[in-house]
């Protein structure tokens, strides 16, 4: 994995008349690292079908093998050999790569091993955030020091952890799964409360491998010292990869798109009720449930006009992986794009914030950046121009959204970052475009 944003090659995106197709895409990262994780902790094999074709789960894969666990990959099949609860002391740094997730929950299950570990990343994961699963995962009992501001890299002395209450300050997904997983492996009862409610695919996967998860509003807990047992799954397509489709759709004429067996889990369908209200045409069809998660077939068209949105609150949280490409649509809707309280955009692969105010506005829009968002005027008309990706994939394909509306041609740097959670995504793109 290149460590530098100047490494990815380019990518040209011609403005875009039609959009349509059927597709189905690669298992979704967030649910893919933890069925890798759990099954390395679990009794018996794991086999998994449609795992995420993404760098990150294959960061997540190398760390499970690392602790001595056995994995084999076939495309989208893996088969992850569980340990049942101790892993095997690794040799070397565990590499996360670009993934925030891997080193974030892998941490949780790190803290309850008998051994010291670390975790290390490239540079954009050694500018994120640590402290954050860091101050829990020590009041458990665990010994974690990281670089300045506890970024990574993070050093991991492991302990006999006991179970805490803890009221997570940040809205953080991965963070509650580190604490559950954390909980798994301690002795009582971890409970964790979060101020909006985050994607709950780390309560869903403890339960499919079989450990009783208690939920109520905002809060959920674990007994520690509960069995896991190997799961057979095929993985649901990632609902924020068909965001980019479905984005796409919602601005240019006459499109047609049919996503098939998408992840529908409610904590992380919002993009979809954000663009029936925004007037686009989605239906879903043959909705079932798998392992506790929801999967279906959306079939999305362009409606008849985009209005805006105001985009806060606990629906910012929701939205969080989904907001770069809504500000990538924003300047072609009808009233604009306000985001506020999405600060952690910040901290992402890349200031997500900053680096769509850049990118919008070299393509000639007007955008008001705040520090804890952005507005964006509809109505505007923008123009061919060279962007950056800022070695972050979510940006890559974001710009290449806003691309298909443009004036001219868009010429994306470094735009094959997108290997981070989609390779693949510019090829599926194309088909899908009529001109
Ligand atoms: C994720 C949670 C979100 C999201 C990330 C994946 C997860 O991050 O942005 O892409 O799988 O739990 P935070 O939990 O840090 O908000």
Redesign the pocket.
């Known amino acids: 994995m290149p460590n530098s944003i100047t490494s990815w090659p380019a990518v040209t995106i011609q403005p875009a008349r039609n959009l349509s197709g059927s597709l189905r895409l690669p298992g979704d990262?967030?649910i893919s690292?933890r069925y890798a994780m759990l099954g390395a902790l679990a009794e018996g094999v794991t086999e998994l079908e449609n795992f995420s074709s993404g760098a990150d789960c294959a960061s997540t894969l190398s760390c499970v093998r690392a602790l001595g666990c056995a994995v084999e990959r076939q495309g989208g099949k893996v088969s992850v050999q569980g340990r049942g609860g101790a892993l095997g002391e690794p040799e070397r740094p565990l590499d996360c790569g670009n993934s925030?997730?891997s080193m974030?929950m892998l941490a949780g299950i790190l803290a309850g091993q008998n051994f010291a570990s670390v975790l290390t990343g490239d540079e954009s994961l050694s500018r994120r955030p640590m402290q954050r699963v860091a101050t829990p995962l020590q009041k458990m009992g665990a010994t974690i020091t990281g670089a300045e501001g506890c970024r990574p890299p993070l050093h991991i002395q492991g302990a006999r952890l006991r179970a805490i209450e803890y009221h997570m300050p940040v809205?953080?997904?991965?963070?509650k799964?580190a604490l559950l997983f954390a909980g798994l492996l301690a002795e009582g009862e971890t409970a964790v409360q979060e101020p909006v409610r985050?994607?709950d695919?780390?309560e869903l996967a403890l339960r499919a491998f079989g450990a009783q998860v208690n939920r109520g509003a905002n809060r959920c807990s674990i007994i520690g010292g509960q069995k896991l047992r190997a799961i057979r799954a095929t993985l649901p397509g990632d609902i924020?990869s068909a965001a980019f489709f479905l984005c796409a759709a919602a601005i240019v004429p006459d499109s047609n798109l049919l996503v098939d067996d998408v992840l529908l889990n409610p904590t992380r369908a919002a993009i979809l009720d954000l663009l029936i209200a925004m007037g686009m045409r989605i239906a879903v069809l043959n909705l079932e449930e798998n392992h506790g998660e929801l999967v279906g077939t959306v079939q999305a068209r362009h409606g008849a006009g985009l209005g805006g949105a105001r985009i806060a609150g606990a629906q910012a949280a929701a939205l969080?992986?989904e907001l770069p490409v809504l500000a990538a649509i924003a300047p072609y809707t009808r009233d604009g794009i306000e985001i506020r309280d999405a600060r952690?955009l910040r901290v992402?692969e890349s200031d997500r914030i900053a680096a769509m105010a850049e990118n919008l506005r070299a393509l000639g829009a007007r955008v008001e950046v705040r520090d804890d968002g952005l507005l964006i005027p509809g109505q505007q008309r923008l123009h061919g121009a060279e962007v950056e990706s800022f070695g972050d994939h979510r940006i890559a394909m974001a710009s290449a959204v806003a691309a298909l509306g443009a004036g001219g041609e868009v010429h994306i740097r470094n735009a094959g970052v997108v290997d981070i959670s989609y390779p693949g995504f510019f090829d599926t793109l194309q088909a899908l475009l009529q001109r």
């Open positions: 990262k967030s690292h925030g997730s974030r809205a953080s997904a991965q963070v799964s985050t994607r695919h780390g924020s969080i992986d952690e992402k």
